[in-house]
């Protein structure tokens, strides 16, 4: 994004309503739908794999709704960046604190996959009265980059730790009873992953969370953020029970099929320009490579 775009963001953001940024936003999605063949390929390829069961036109309606909630999602970024620590209450409410609430001050992890309210929902979070930790991998735009910082910071103590950095830091953050806010839900590669189901295709997903449980002594607090009627919710599920296990192949499984649950609640508002299955098992072909 140009110094010209974040500015006329700022200006949009300074003169509408957040409802306005939000319809915007979409219109935007939709324009980016429509011209950015590139991108619409990726998602068509995702939602085929996962969703085999749907017809061509019921999958190429949700491609569409997914790139209305990804624009919304992009422009009321500005909300997080610039807006009050009121006007992000107003934005993003909270559900279920209770489960939070329960191990506050304790390890936690707070599992946070890639939902397109993500961002908006990790500034929220970071108004609790808590010093929160997360990773963050360097963006190329300098300026993008320096804005998503410091949504990140702007209301609290928060300790960011770069992927570069290793995972030493994360361990000694959750056992200081640093909540970490955790995205493990993407194809970081292959190594330190293992390939388990996702919607039935094999997936390389990094071993992380239970890692990270067993080495800390950490709960998981799964924390997801949706867009409903109007406003951003960030919802706190249970911890939880019996986990990490003595097999880190099958915690590994039980967190993606806890997140396939979640996505069938709301398919569209799940990120998926991301090659998820760009990481392949060898000898197989690589997904992205025909249509």
């Not at 304790?106 to 930790?133: C, D, E, W, Y």
Request: proline fraction near 7%; include cysteine.
């Amino acid at each position: 994004m140009s110094r010209i775009g974040v500015a006329l963001l700022w200006l949009l953001w300074w003169w509408l309503p957040a409802h306005a940024l939000a319809r915007l936003g979409e219109w935007l999605g939709l324009l980016l739908h429509a011209l950015v063949a590139s991108r619409r390929r990726i998602v068509r390829i995702n939602l085929r794999l996962c969703f085999p069961e749907m017809t061509e036109t019921e999958r190429r309606t949700l491609a569409r709704e997914h790139f209305r909630a990804v624009g919304r999602a992009s422009i009321l970024e500005a909300v997080g960046w610039w807006g009050s620590r009121e006007e992000v209450k107003k934005l993003v409410r909270f559900e279920g604190l209770v489960h939070y609430n329960r191990h506050a001050g304790k390890p936690m992890i707070l599992f946070a996959p890639h939902f397109v309210g993500l961002n908006l929902g990790g500034v929220r979070v970071s108004q609790l009265p808590a010093t929160f930790a997360s990773m963050y991998s360097q963006i190329k735009n300098p300026l993008l980059d320096r804005l998503m910082l410091h949504a990140r910071t702007r209301f609290g103590q928060s300790e960011l730790i770069s992927r570069q950095d290793g995972i030493k830091p994360v361990i000694r953050a959750i056992k200081k009873g640093h909540p970490f806010y955790y995205l493990p839900d993407m194809d970081y590669g292959p190594r330190d992953a293992v390939f388990v189901p996702f919607f039935g295709v094999p997936a390389a997903t990094i071993t992380g969370m239970p890692r990270l449980a067993r080495a800390t002594g950490a709960v998981i607090v799964p924390c997801i953020t949706r867009w409903c009627e109007g406003r951003y919710v960030t919802r706190f599920y249970p911890a939880w029970e019996n986990y990490p296990t003595e097999d880190v192949v099958a915690d590994t499984r039980r967190m993606n099929a806890f997140l396939e649950e979640r996505i069938r609640e709301m398919p569209e508002q799940y990120f998926w320009l991301h090659k998820r299955f760009k990481s392949r098992p060898e000898g197989e072909p690589d997904r992205y490579g025909r249509d």
